[in-house]
């Protein structure tokens, strides 16, 4: 071993050497033994066999060769010079290529198997080509976009401001994170949730690098990017109370609005929400009605008790239904669209997504619903995400009992047409108590 001239550090020899040899426990029917190759780089080996006949006659272990200058010495020696030739090219290209070699790298190329992206960018259009053939599957359509996004912006900030068609992974270093976080949060203009997602897809990308031994090690690997710290995913009570009392005249903010109180009091997520049939929900044996589903992100399965306000809901809505859908729902991004038209209405902001929220905070934990029965109707899969909405809770769960006990006394809540009522009296399907009131 050497020692650095700078650091007196010994600096360790990259060793790669190449043997032929045959198997004499194997002999043909001919006589002749298999020629096999063996290539080993720093104390690490791999066989690599070959379609060359060898006489054992005239196999000299020593040189590795064949004596004499018979027809078979002739074929062998020539056979050995150009597998040696060809080992050493594939060495050095993927020397070039990586920064370091394998045996097993080198045997993969000897068999003509494809090496994996050595390129940023081309490793990114590999993962996002795999992806989609997952979507539907056990990955999501929205997954994938946000995966092509990624790589838009990554392509954008190497092509723009590295003035590159790509960077070698090998070159990837603390420097390219750090300008790729400025690129995403200044010249693109996003918010720091946005810009940690980028970052943490560009992490994926390294660990993926290392997985396929493309990379040697993560260059990412000890880098964190801390998530920035959420506003409240939930909405203010008053806001969700003045929601649930105020109607709204337009047909179509106002079928927004009950799907929203919907899952607010279900707990159900845009996704499962379109996904909901009648073949989802049953009555228990002590009359009570109940949702069971598998959550559409995660798979786990969801067990959610149906109050007074969501049965009445459902029931407002039940000549709309379609192919046994619970619910007719808008498309994503125009039901997106438009549930931010009815916070505009109400005189503040509103995401579908925040009726979830409410009802891991406000409808549950709030009221003192245990976290082990909270994180299963949600369908989380580890209790830890419940936590998340524990966290709410602890800080003001004083607070918010005592306002949702005002809420609850002398307040009648306006959820639905009075037209319903009279619909509702005509077909009695489900067996519950036909009141106003706030459900809680």
């Given at each position: 071993?050497?020692?650095?001239k ?49 006489n ?32 050493n ?80 992974l ?11 976080e ?19 897809r560009l ?8 997985s ?13 990017p801390?998530?920035?710290?959420r ?14 009392e ?5 047909p179509?903010?106002?079928?927004v ?18 996904q ?21 992100k ?21 000549d709309?239904?379609q ?21 505009e ?9 925040k ?18 029965t909270?994180?299963?109707?949600m369908g989380?899969?580890s209790?830890?995400?419940t936590?998340?909405?524990a966290q ?13 006990r ?33 459900g809680?």
């Amino acid at each position: 071993m050497k020692k650095d001239k700078d650091n007196n550090t010994p600096k360790r020899r990259s060793t790669f050497a190449i043997l032929f040899y045959i198997n004499r426990t194997k002999v043909r029917k001919d006589g002749t033994c298999q020629l096999l190759c063996k290539v080993s780089i720093d104390a690490e080996w791999e066989q690599i066999g070959t379609k060359v006949s060898v006489n054992p006659d005239i196999w000299n272990p020593e040189k590795g060769r064949a004596d004499g200058r018979s027809a078979n010495a002739v074929t062998v020696n020539r056979a050995i010079d150009s597998l040696t030739v060809e080992i050493n090219e594939h060495y050095e290209d993927i020397r070039r290529s990586l920064g370091f070699v394998t045996a097993e790298l080198v045997k993969n190329a000897m068999k003509g198997i494809g090496r994996k992206p050595s390129t940023l960018l081309a490793l990114f259009r590999e993962h996002n080509e795999e992806f989609h053939k997952r979507v539907g599957v056990d990955r999501t359509k929205e997954s994938y976009e946000s995966y092509l996004n990624s790589y838009r912006h990554l392509s954008a900030f190497v092509t723009g401001k590295r003035n590159m068609e790509d960077v070698p992974l090998r070159a990837l270093d603390r420097a390219f994170y750090d300008d790729f976080e400025v690129f995403l949060g200044a010249d693109r203009g996003l918010k720091p949730k946005s810009v940690h997602e980028h970052l943490y897809r560009l992490k994926k990308m390294t660990m993926r690098a290392v997985s396929q031994g493309t990379l040697r090690r993560d260059p990412y690997a000890r880098l964190h990017p801390p998530l920035p710290r959420r506003k409240s995913r939930h909405m203010r009570l008053d806001d969700l109370k003045l929601l649930m009392e105020k109607q709204i005249d337009a047909p179509n903010l106002q079928r927004v609005r009950d799907w929203f109180i919907f899952s607010t009091f279900t707990g159900l997520a845009y996704a499962d929400l379109k996904q909901l049939s009648e073949d989802d929900i049953s009555q228990a044996p002590d009359g009570t009605w109940w949702i069971h589903v598998n959550r559409q992100k995660t798979g786990s399965r969801s067990a959610i008790r149906l109050l007074d306000i969501p049965m009445r809901i459902m029931e407002k809505y039940r000549d709309e239904r379609q192919n046994g859908k619970i619910f007719n729902l808008y498309c994503r991004n125009h039901l997106i669209r438009l549930t931010r038209q009815l916070g505009e209405e109400y005189g503040f902001y509103l995401t579908f997504h925040k009726a979830r929220h409410n009802f891991g905070t406000h409808i549950t934990l709030s009221m003192g619903v245990p976290i082990e029965t909270v994180s299963h109707m949600m369908g989380h899969k580890s209790i830890t995400t419940t936590q998340i909405y524990a966290q709410v809770t602890d800080r003001k769960v004083d607070e918010d009992m005592k306002r949702l006990r005002m809420q609850a006394t002398g307040s009648e809540i306006t959820l639905i047409d009075e037209s319903m009522d009279k619909a509702m009296e005509k077909r009695r399907k489900y067996n519950f108590r036909n009141k106003a009131g706030n459900g809680l």
